[in-house]
């Protein structure tokens, strides 16, 4: 995540990978999607939470994502608020959480950490629109450029150039 973070394109793909080791043939079943689309999907709900300031930074949004991407697939408008829309989000959440028990990716350990770091994540979120509303999460890069050994971003560029 960090090398994602950092503008390593290729890294969001070997996230997309975990997950889809994890939970297995679910995200397909569920939602739809191909790998490009989970990587897409995985971008879009991760990287505004690392790289935008604190202050525009919505861990709800991240948390209820996969629940529109459920409706959506579904064919629910997430926006209904009606009764029987609700209800039919309801169930199609549980059917993917059905699909997600029976895969075995319930109490995991990668189940585990994808928990605590969003737990983690609530707590940065907090305090940063609290002390920091106009700072990233990886607002300081050359720390984590440091903390890694390399630039991914810069990595990649040379890469590209031989």
Same mark, same amino acid.
């Given at each position: 995540?960090?090398?994602?973070?950092?503008?390593?394109?290729?890294?969001?793909?070997? /996230?997309?990978?975990?997950?889809?080791?994890?939970? @297995?043939?679910? /995200?397909?079943?569920?939602?739809?999607?191909?790998?490009?689309?989970?990587?897409?999907?995985?971008? $879009?709900? /991760?990287?505004?939470?690392?790289?935008?300031?604190?202050?525009?930074? *919505?861990?709800?949004?991240?948390?209820?994502?996969?629940?529109?991407?459920? &409706?959506?697939? *579904? @064919?629910?408008?997430?926006?209904? @608020? *009606?009764?029987? &829309?609700? /209800?039919?989000?309801?169930?199609?959440?549980?059917? &993917?959480?059905?699909?997600?028990?029976?895969?075995? &990716?319930?109490?995991?350990? !990668?189940?585990?950490?994808?928990?605590?770091?969003?737990?983690?994540?609530?707590?940065?979120?907090?305090? @940063?629109? $609290?002390?920091?509303?106009?700072? *990233?999460?990886?607002?300081?890069?050359?720390? !984590?450029?440091?903390?890694?050994?390399?630039?991914?971003?810069?990595?990649?560029?040379?890469?590209?150039?031989?």
């Amino acid at each position: 995540m960090i090398e994602a973070a950092l503008g390593d394109e290729t890294a969001w793909t070997d /996230i997309a990978a975990v997950f889809k080791r994890n939970y @297995g043939d679910v /995200i397909e079943a569920a939602l739809g999607w191909d790998d490009d689309g989970l990587t897409a999907f995985i971008k $879009m709900m /991760i990287q505004p939470v690392l790289t935008q300031p604190f202050g525009q930074v *919505s861990l709800a949004d991240l948390i209820l994502a996969p629940q529109r991407a459920v &409706a959506e697939a *579904s @064919g629910i408008d997430p926006a209904d @608020g *009606s009764f029987k &829309a609700r /209800i039919q989000r309801l169930n199609e959440q549980r059917k &993917a959480r059905k699909l997600v028990e029976t895969e075995g &990716a319930v109490a995991t350990d !990668f189940d585990r950490a994808t928990f605590l770091l969003s737990k983690q994540l609530m707590y940065f979120e907090r305090y @940063g629109k $609290m002390y920091m509303r106009d700072v *990233s999460l990886f607002d300081d890069r050359e720390f !984590f450029v440091t903390a890694l050994g390399h630039d991914p971003a810069a990595a990649k560029t040379d890469d590209a150039g031989q």
